[in-house]
């Protein structure tokens, strides 16, 4: 646990002991309340905002790295979202 704790520098606070022994509730918590379609769309509009809104247009680096890492948290929700189905699924 010592070494989750580090990686994540400590934080966030808010995170319980019981959300750290056993994320899978928050997760399903999570979903209930931001079904994932509603999720990925929510995810492009901010990451839509951000393109919009720059102070300085993005470019290059800068816009493949954003858009990169758009599609890869869009990944990591479907696969919270598939995760968190199966466990309780298995109950």
């Known amino acids: 646990m010592e070494e989750i704790l580090k990686a994540l ?3 966030p606070i808010d995170i319980s002991d019981e959300d750290l022994d056993n994320p899978v ?3 399903t918590y999570f979903f209930m309340n931001h ?3 509603e999720s ?5 509009e901010l990451y839509e905002g951000w393109i919009h809104f ?3 247009s993005p470019e290059g680096e800068e816009l493949t790295d954003m858009l ?4 890869q948290l869009v990944e990591l929700l479907n696969l919270c979202y598939v995760f968190a189905k ?3 699924l298995n109950k």
């Open 9 to 11: 520098n400590y934080q």
């Open 40 to 44: 990925r769309t929510k995810l492009w």
């Open 68 to 71: 990169f890492f758009y599609n």
């Open 35 to 37: 079904p994932i379609h």
């Open 25 to 27: 509730p928050s997760i």
């Open 54 to 56: 720059a102070a300085e």
């Open 86 to 88: 199966k466990i309780e």
